[in-house]
C-alpha cells in the first residue's frame, strides 16, 4: 500500500516537472510550423513561377482529394497482420 502511494507521488511530480517545462504542445507547435513553411513555399513558388506553383497546387488537389492513403495507418496494418495469424 504504501509502494502505490510513492509510486502515485513520484508519477504526480514528475507530470508537474514536465507541465512546468512547457513541451506538451511541442509537437501541434511543430506541426504548425511545417504547415506555415510548406504554405510559404507555395505561395512564393506560385509569385516567383505561376506555372509551376499552379502544377504543385493542382497536384496537391489531386493528393488531397485521392480516396487512396499516402500513409498507412500503421495500427491498422498491424491489426490485418494479426488477422492473417
Known amino acids: 500500500m504504501d509502494e502505490e502511494k510513492i509510486e502515485d507521488r513520484e508519477e504526480e511530480e514528475l507530470l508537474k516537472e514536465y507541465r512546468s517545462t512547457g513541451k506538451e504542445g511541442g509537437a501541434p507547435a511543430a506541426q504548425a510550423v511545417v504547415c506555415l513553411g510548406a504554405a510559404g513555399t507555395v505561395w512564393l513558388t506560385g509569385r516567383i513561377s505561376p506555372g509551376l506553383g499552379?502544377?504543385?497546387?493542382?497536384?496537391?488537389?489531386?493528393?488531397?482529394?485521392?480516396?487512396?492513403?499516402?500513409?498507412?495507418?500503421p495500427i491498422e496494418l498491424l491489426l490485418r497482420l494479426i488477422d492473417k495469424l
Open 54 to 73: 499552379g502544377e504543385l497546387l493542382a497536384k496537391i488537389k489531386a493528393l488531397s482529394e485521392s480516396p487512396a492513403e499516402l500513409i498507412p495507418d
